[in-house]
């Protein structure tokens, strides 16, 4: 079993930074990808970045690209989503999700792959 509980998120203006952490409870987390998914009002779920259980890979969604880096520290049990120069359709609220599931780049991408999920955290971006 994993706990997921991320925080940092806040309102900020446009071209600023924040930094999101995803904490984790559970001795198996270590063997777990992560992604980061965001929902905004009214939209459907988007994935943001995910990163596999060593490190090793990452990915990222079109939008973020370039602007959002993801990272993790296994002896911390916590994922960082590093947010640089966010826009205001950065505002939504964002989810970390734990899974276990094969290293295949796909699998990252789409929200049934991951069986944990936390509360989400909400990230405001001014204009």
């Known amino acids: 079993q994993v706990q997921l509980v991320e925080s940092g998120g806040g309102l900020v203006q446009a071209g600023g930074s924040l930094r999101l952490a995803c904490a984790a409870s559970?001795?198996?987390?270590?063997?777990?990808?992560v992604g980061w998914f965001r929902q905004a009002p009214g939209k459907e779920r988007e994935f943001v970045a995910g990163?596999?259980?060593?490190?090793?890979?990452?990915y990222y969604g079109d939008s973020v690209k370039d602007r959002f880096t993801i990272s993790r520290d296994n002896a911390k049990k916590t994922v960082y989503l590093q947010m640089n120069s966010l826009k205001p359709e950065d505002t939504a609220v964002y989810y970390c999700?734990?899974?276990?599931?094969?290293?295949?780049?796909?699998?990252?991408?789409?929200?049934?792959?991951?069986?944990?999920w936390g509360q989400g955290t909400q990230v405001i971006v001014s204009s």
């Open positions: 559970g001795r198996t987390f270590r063997s777990h990808a």
């Open positions: 990163i596999s259980w060593s490190g090793g890979s990452t």
């Open positions: 999700a734990a899974g276990n599931f094969p290293n295949y780049s796909g699998n990252y991408y789409t929200g049934p792959s991951y069986q944990y």
